[in-house]
């Protein structure tokens, strides 16, 4: 192919003359969908990416799955075979967890806002639950009283420390999320006099980083906070989860995440980790790393047009199935995800076109004059890194057009 590629692209090779997922053509992978638009997960690429962590990082370090990133409950049901638990946001998902086979005692629960309703399912559910505010511990406390249970609690920190360089920060400076470092000590002398079973800590202050550096310096400083306030517990500290916030290169310029010098700086965390908090399991927690790659979207080209000597593709699918994609999800300057026409694969006859989508808004834009091989309606666009923050991160029923389908292949 005369155009570099992205290095996602390598992960669905291309047999005779397509793209393909899990060793699925994609034309006759379509022709299996039954229609387009349509995302597909690899279910090989998902059990790569886990071993390959496994590898990379000490066996001490437990590999948590943050399903919010993608809970379609195939993808549920793989990866809580793969990983040592599951981190839910919600109610509903922890629903599908559970149906997927996760062990409640392995499953966590983050988010502000949880509803009294989500509590107790969480309590009669025997998960954790990350407290994030001191209505949490009264309520919680009120629940277990009802359902004669006792709630497994950890407390979820808003850091006195920033995640650097991070595509999203979610912690540090006045936050919704988690109980400020500082009023922790009084959070944990409320769950020390009412009967909830504390268990840890949960120090998560970021998302999307691709910089080691940047997330070895916020684990180090997530210990040594949680060390801090390990003193306050009303009980040994037997769980410490640091945090996430692997990131995946999506635009031009960006580099994949170098896991070996976190795996190293992950071994002088669990040594520390052994000393200061010798009971505490360590765990990682990660949504984007662990899916992003493994997915695509793809969607069928309707029309060619061209508009004052521009080339568009229209195709049947959009922003309203994936917003990110389009730059709309926290994009601060638009920037192109990585796109091929998986039907033209390796053709040689090239142009600049932009994709678009069916929606009447200019910002319905999934490729803006990209080079690619020269399409015709019927070819399949695909868009790479999709496997998170996809089907469910975009305003489907804007336009009211049909939702995307999901396969894991
Ligand atoms: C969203 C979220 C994650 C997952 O973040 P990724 O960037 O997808 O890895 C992990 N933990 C918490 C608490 C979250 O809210």
């Known amino acids: 192919m005369s155009a570099t590629r992205h290095p996602s692209a390598a992960r669905f090779p291309v047999v005779g003359g397509e793209l393909s997922v899990g060793g699925v ?19 090989a690429l998902l059990t790569q990416r886990v071993q390959a962590l496994r590898e990379a990082l000490p066996k001490a370090i437990s590999l948590h799955f943050a399903m ?75 629940i277990g009283e009802r359902l004669g249970l006792r709630p497994r609690v950890a407390v979820r920190v808003n850091p006195d420390f920033e995640l650097k360089s991070s595509g999203m920060k979610m912690g540090g400076g006045p936050k919704q999320f988690g109980i400020d470092a500082e009023l922790v000590p009084q959070a944990l ?32 400083k997530a210990l040594a906070l949680a060390v801090r306030l390990a003193g306050h517990a009303p009980s040994p500290t037997t769980l410490l989860n640091l945090g996430g916030g692997f990131g995946i290169p999506y635009f031009p310029g960006e580099q994949a995440l170098d896991l070996v010098p976190i795996g190293a ?5 669990v040594a520390e980790a052994g000393r200061e908090l010798p009971r505490a399991e360590l765990v990682i927690e990660l949504g984007r790393y662990l899916v992003g790659e493994a997915g695509v979207y793809v969607a069928r080209v309707l029309d060619r047009k061209v ?5 568009f593709l229209v195709t049947d699918g959009g ?32 142009e600049s076109a932009s994709v678009v989508g069916p929606l009447c808004t200019p910002l319905d834009l999934l490729g803006d004059r990209m080079d690619l091989a020269v399409a015709a309606p019927g070819d399949l666009v695909v868009v790479f890194q999709s496997g998170a ?15 995307p389908l999901q396969v894991l292949v």
């Open 265 to 269: 700086h992950l071994h002088g965390i």
């Open 25 to 43: 053509p994609l034309s006759r992978l379509a022709a299996r969908v039954g229609r387009t638009p349509f995302y597909a997960y690899d279910r």
């Open 189 to 220: 002398a409320a769950i020390g006099e009412r009967d909830l079973g504390f268990e840890g800590f949960h120090i998560f202050s970021g998302s999307q980083n691709l910089r080691a550096e940047a997330i070895c310096e916020a684990q180090t």
């Open 68 to 142: 919010k990133a993608n809970p379609m409950p195939a993808v549920v049901g793989h990866m809580a075979g793969l990983v040592d638990g599951i981190d839910v946001a919600s109610g509903a998902e922890l629903l599908v967890a559970l149906d997927a086979g996760a062990d409640p005692r392995e499953i966590s629960f983050a988010g502000p806002g949880k509803s009294e309703a989500e509590l107790a399912q969480a309590v009669a559910a025997g998960i954790l639950v990350n407290i994030e505010s001191m209505r949490e511990v009264t309520l919680l406390a009120s």
């Open 319 to 350: 922003l309203h199935h994936h917003l990110a994609a389009s730059g709309n999800f926290g994009q601060v300057i638009r920037k192109n995800y990585p796109v091929e026409i998986g039907t033209r694969a390796g053709a040689a006859e090239r």
């Open 307 to 311: 508009s004052r000597g521009e080339v």
């Open 389 to 403: 923050y996809g089907f469910t991160a975009s305003p489907q029923q804007f336009l009211s057009h049909p939702p």
